[in-house]
């Protein structure tokens, strides 16, 4: 069994409590505000600690929108395309 060599980030005590409360306000129902609120204050907590490297990485990961799943082409009998995609005809989708 082969370790690998991790990076860590020490994160204060103070901002990981507020991470936890601010995850439990999110999934209260008698919240005040809405659950987009408090993850948006979490995206800020922890982006803080991101490095410049990690920031430029997050931008790459959004632009190229690797948070969406892989495309799967079907045929008209609901097959999967596994091969390259060769359009014959057009068909109007009504």
């Known amino acids: 069994m082969t ?3 991790s990076d860590y ?5 103070e901002d990981m409590l ?10 209260a129902q008698d919240s005040p505000e809405s659950p987009y ?3 948006n204050q979490l995206l800020n907590y922890t982006t803080g600690y991101l ?3 990690q920031r430029d990485a997050i ?3 959004l632009a190229e929108k690797d ?15 596994n091969g390259p ?3 014959t005809e057009a068909h109007e989708i009504n």
Do not use: I
Not at 9 to 13: A, E, G, S, Y
């Open 3 to 5: 370790m690998t060599q």
């Open 9 to 13: 980030t020490t994160v204060f005590q």
């Open 18 to 27: 507020d991470m936890a409360k601010l995850c439990q306000a999110a999934l």
């Open 37 to 39: 609120h408090y993850l």
């Open 51 to 53: 490095t410049r490297t």
């Open 59 to 61: 931008e790459v990961y």
């Open 67 to 81: 948070y969406l799943p892989p495309v799967q082409l079907l045929a008209n009998d609901v097959t999967a395309l």
């Open 85 to 87: 995609v060769v359009v």
